[in-house]
């Protein structure tokens, strides 16, 4: 069974997005599955409450 990935790396792929990269930009930036980094705020998911 595979580790989640640390807080720190979804901070860091977090904020790429937020700062207007593609989800698949920060995927390959940090080297995570584009399924990980579409699960960040700014990746099409809601940020906040509904």
């Known amino acids: 069974m595979t ?3 640390p807080d720190d ?3 860091r792929v ?3 997005v937020m700062a207007g990269q593609t ?3 920060a995927a390959a930036l ?3 599955s584009v ?3 579409s699960g960040r705020p700014g990746c099409g998911q ?3 409450p509904a």
């Open 14 to 16: 977090a904020a790429a």
């Open 3 to 5: 580790r989640p990935y």
């Open 35 to 37: 399924s990980a980094a």
């Open 30 to 32: 940090f080297g995570v």
């Open 46 to 48: 809601p940020v906040g």
């Open 23 to 25: 989800c698949r930009a």
């Open 9 to 11: 790396l979804r901070a």
